[in-house]
């Protein structure tokens, strides 16, 4: 059975973007891009909300044959992956192997995971939150940068309480911390 994952770059205080909706903060250096790169090896499909789709769809056009070996390898990986888009605005979709859903249906996602040959990662604050509130989620992946930014788009939704177990850290030379946690779902 593949694992749904839950991979964010966050500020230290939690937030994918601020509260004037930057995210700049968060762009990562090239050891650390070179370390996600690494493991999102095993993502085969990702799950995307529509404003996190619209920001990853820069991804399509990066050539995979010139430029830094780690913004290419991100590419290819994208570029070969399937998507699924969840979106109740989007008319159609502009990347390819790449589908629209109006919903998540959280049956459909649990039957692709028993069914998918690799990992699926779930991206954006707002699908992952219906992810994880669903008992999905299998893993977190979080970077986080070393800046407070005060508010903004929380990378894990309030409310939610969900027991977690250490599996992996890394610390980077600019100050980011990669922890790696198994979701105990219920």
């Known amino acids: 059975m593949a694992k749904l994952i839950y991979s964010a770059l966050t500020s230290l205080d939690g937030y994918l973007a601020d509260s004037a909706g930057n995210f700049e903060w968060a762009a990562p250096d090239e050891e650390v891009h070179a370390f996600l790169n690494q493991t999102e090896k095993s993502i085969g499909t990702w799950l995307l909300g529509r404003r996190m789709y619209g920001f990853m769809t820069y991804w ?8 830094p070996e780690f913004v290419r390898d991100f590419a290819r990986a994208w570029q070969s ?7 109740r605005t989007l008319t159609e979709v502009h990347t ?8 998540f249906d959280v ?5 692709l995971k028993e069914t998918a040959d ?19 989620v299998d ?48």
């Open 60 to 67: 399509e056009t990066v050539p995979t044959d010139t430029g």
């Open 81 to 87: 992956a399937d998507k699924i888009v969840y979106s």
């Open 96 to 103: 390819a192997r790449t589908r629209l859903e109006r919903d």
């Open 107 to 111: 049956d459909t996602v649990r039957r």
């Open 118 to 136: 690799h990992d699926l990662s779930v991206g954006g604050a707002e699908l992952a939150a219906q992810a994880l509130a669903a008992g999905l």
């Open 139 to 186: 893993e977190l992946h979080l970077y986080l940068n070393p800046v407070v930014v005060g508010g903004g788009t929380a990378a894990l939704p309030s409310g939610l309480r969900l027991p977690l177990s250490f599996l992996d850290e890394r610390r980077f030379a600019g100050g980011a911390v990669f922890l790696r946690y198994s979701c105990s779902n219920p």
